[in-house]
Each structure stands twice: as structure tokens, then as C-alpha cells.
Nanobody, 122 residues
Framework: QVQLVESGGGLVQPGGSLRLSCVASGSIVHINAMGWYRQAPGKQRELVAVIFSGGSTNYADSVKDRFTISKDNAKNTVYLHMNSLKTGDTAVYYC????????????????WGQGTLVTVSS
């Protein structure tokens, strides 16, 4: 099995910054991609940013030029650096990973973290 553990959420004022971290652990063979999603109250979960094994990234239009996703392959960790935060960024942020894990057989699956709350408010 594979587990994801997020950290770094909290309360921040508009215009402030936060960094989220997500560590993947377990019998991981390969990570295809890791990403961050968010879900605000009353809204559907949406993709924020994703980073692929080769290093390429995709961002939601709403966070481009403000958020940066990065990873540390040696630590199976993905980060989301959030700058110029707005009240509209308030949400529970979920980490996800598309992974191959196990042995004989190796299984591919998408796993989710438990979520971390980011609140942007003055």
C-alpha cells in the first residue's frame, strides 16, 4: 500500500504565502505524477497543480504565476509553494499520487492524502 501525508496548511492573511508538503511512503516502485487538488465549501474538487516524473508541470489558470509545484524525488515528496494568496484560495488541499507499487504483481493506482486546510482571511 501507499500512504500520503500532507502538512503545512493553516491561516494566512491575503497576500501571504504558505508551503504545503506531501510525503509518499510504502512499497513504491515508481511515481508517475504527484499533484495538488483543492475543494472549497460547496464546490467540487479541482486540480491546482501537477508535476510529472520527468519534471513537467501543469497549473490551473487561477493559480498560474502565484503557485509553484516542485518535488524531491529522493524523499518522494511534493511541495506546493503558494504566494499572493487570495481569499478565494481558501479550501481543503489534497495531495494525490499516481504510483506503481508492490511486487509480483506491481499495481498502478491513484492515492489521496487526508487533506490540509488552507484559510486565507484577514
Amino acid at each position: 500500500q501507499v500512504q500520503l501525508v500532507e502538512s503545512g496548511g493553516g491561516l494566512v492573511q491575503p497576500g501571504g504565502s504558505l508551503r504545503l508538503s506531501c510525503v509518499a511512503s510504502g512499497s513504491i516502485v515508481h511515481i508517475n505524477a504527484m499533484g495538488w487538488y483543492r475543494q472549497a465549501p460547496g464546490k467540487q474538487r479541482e486540480l491546482v497543480a501537477v508535476i510529472f516524473s520527468g519534471g513537467s508541470t501543469n497549473y490551473a489558470d487561477s493559480v498560474k504565476d502565484r503557485f509553484t509545484i516542485s518535488k524531491d524525488n529522493a524523499k518522494n515528496t511534493v511541495y506546493l509553494h503558494m504566494n499572493s494568496l487570495k481569499t478565494g484560495d481558501t479550501a481543503v488541499y489534497y495531495c494525490s499520487a499516481d504510483v506503481f507499487y508492490g511486487s509480483a504483481p506491481i499495481v498502478q493506482t491513484k492515492v489521496w492524502g487526508q487533506g490540509t486546510l488552507v484559510t486565507v482571511s484577514s
